[in-house]
């Protein structure tokens, strides 16, 4: 190869690289965006069940809220996201859907058929994982001097293989992954 030549490619390695960067920095922006959008997604909802109950409650019905079997599956949707957001039960490893049936008053079979029903998540138990991983992520966001271990038995996942199994399942990169994203460059 001749000078010219090796400069030329040096030249075409340094652009790449620069390309490379830019790419790399506009998935990171992108994909803050939708994360950005995602959780004002999830507030716009919750704040829209929020004000289903609060209606519900200002209209006299407080008795129909305490009755363990309420006929309307979405007050009892909403229900359940006010008391888990209150009492952040699924944040202890031991806590399914057993646990959460006995924290609503109502049957495992109620349940069930809520779940199956009136939801994304086909059963409590993903509900319950689901509210898991989101919290490690806000976590790894939020608390970056935390370990990835502090972390997974902070939000109830246990361990960090299962926090790293989930994490890479819902997102496509692992926590270590995550969270760089989202620290300053050095």
């Known amino acids: 190869m001749t000078k010219e030549e090796i400069e030329r490619l040096q030249a075409e390695n340094a652009s790449l690289r620069k390309e490379v960067e830019r790419l790399k920095d506009e998935m990171i922006r992108l994909v803050s965006r939708n994360l950005d959008l995602s959780e004002r997604v999830e507030e716009d909802v919750e704040l829209r069940r929020r004000a289903e109950v609060a209606r519900e409650l200002f209209n ?3 008795e129909r809220q305490r009755n363990a079997d309420l006929q309307d599956d979405a007050q009892l949707m909403a229900l359940i996201e006010l008391r888990v957001e209150a009492d952040r039960p699924h944040l202890k490893p031991d806590f399914n859907s057993t646990e959460l049936a006995h924290l609503l008053g109502i049957s495992q079979e109620r349940l069930t058929r809520l779940f199956r029903h009136q939801s994304i998540h086909r059963t409590a138990d993903a509900y319950i994982d689901n509210l898991r991983v989101l919290a490690a992520l806000r976590m790894l966001r939020e608390k970056p001097q935390w370990t990835i ?26 926590p270590a992954e995550y969270r760089q994203m989202f620290a300053p460059d050095q």
């Open 149 to 174: 271990a502090a972390i997974a038995e902070e939000c109830g996942l246990g361990n960090i293989r299962t926090l790293q199994r989930r994490v890479q399942e819902v997102i496509g990169m692992t």
């Open 60 to 62: 006299g019905n407080l």
